[in-house]
């Protein structure tokens, strides 16, 4: 009797454990479901590399590119079957697929390039000048320099030359003479006259290194002077002041050297 309880007992708390709705006809059976749900249980599938496929979908950004289009009505018909090509703006299809940068900025580049050709023709013309002129200087031709340089009347080529002449002055060389400086005189009023500031300062240069160099002459009296090219020198130098001595106001060190040259012109008066 005892037993019959005791087995009863098991069957129940057996019944317990299994799912809803699963009927037991006898103990054998339950050892039967029993090993079904631990081999079930043990049960482990191998495991499966394919990679999952999904469709291809149009990004966020390329929709919401069609949204603005179709809103704006620059939406076209038919859309190519490319994804990646996109018409943002149909008038401006053309250029953008024509254009590139050369002829992007070609008006720019021709605006630039329209005197080209005429800059290098300045350019190689005083680039001759200047051979010319240092063939001369070379040869200590000091008189057939500034012959050749009074028959071009190049500013530009005299104002490369001249801090040549000026250095020769102040280190007091002899191939440079007083009747060489009388003939430059017409060159530098050019150059006191001109707007540019730096052919001003090389002719106020070359004035104080001829006053400099031949100042004992010029300040003695005009008996005791033999060289007759002395007197032209000063008297030439004393009218171009007269006419250019506006220069001791421009300010820097242009204005320092136009001043320097005034205190010594006004002691020959």
Not at 220 to 248: F, P, R, S, Y
Request: with cysteine; charged share 20%; hydrophobic share 35%.
């Amino acid at each position: 009797m005892k037993k019959s309880k005791k087995s009863s007992k098991q069957l129940a708390s057996y019944t317990n454990r299994t799912t809803v709705g699963q009927t037991l006809a006898s103990p054998c059976s339950l050892f039967k479901v029993v090993y079904c749900k631990r081999k079930v249980q043990h049960y482990s599938p191998k495991p499966c590399y394919r990679k999952n496929q999904f469709p291809k979908v149009r990004s966020c950004e390329m929709a919401n590119k069609e949204n603005e289009l179709a809103c704006a009505g620059n939406l076209p018909a038919k859309l190519h079957n490319d994804s990646r090509t996109l018409l943002l703006n149909p008038s401006d299809s053309g250029t953008s697929q024509t254009e590139g940068p050369s002829s992007k900025y070609s008006g720019f580049f021709s605006e630039v390039s329209q005197d080209h050709e005429t800059m290098a023709q300045v350019l190689f013309s005083r680039n001759l000048r200047l051979n010319v002129a240092l063939t001369f200087w070379r040869r200590r031709s000091i008189s057939e320099l500034v012959a050749y340089l009074l028959r071009i009347q190049d500013l530009g080529v005299i104002v490369d030359c001249l801090p040549v002449l000026t250095s020769s002055l102040q280190e007091e060389k002899p191939y440079i003479s007083v009747g060489c400086c009388v003939d430059l005189l017409t060159l530098v009023k050019l150059l006191l006259k001109s707007k540019y500031e730096e052919y001003v300062l090389v002719g106020l240069n070359w004035l104080q290194a001829v006053i400099k160099r031949w100042w004992s002459e010029l300040s003695a009296h005009m008996g005791k002077v033999e060289d007759g090219n002395i007197q032209i020198l000063k008297e030439q130098l004393c009218g171009l002041w007269k006419q250019e001595n506006h220069l001791t106001l421009v300010p820097g060190y242009t204005g320092s050297i136009a001043k320097d040259v005034d205190a010594y012109l006004l002691q020959l008066h």
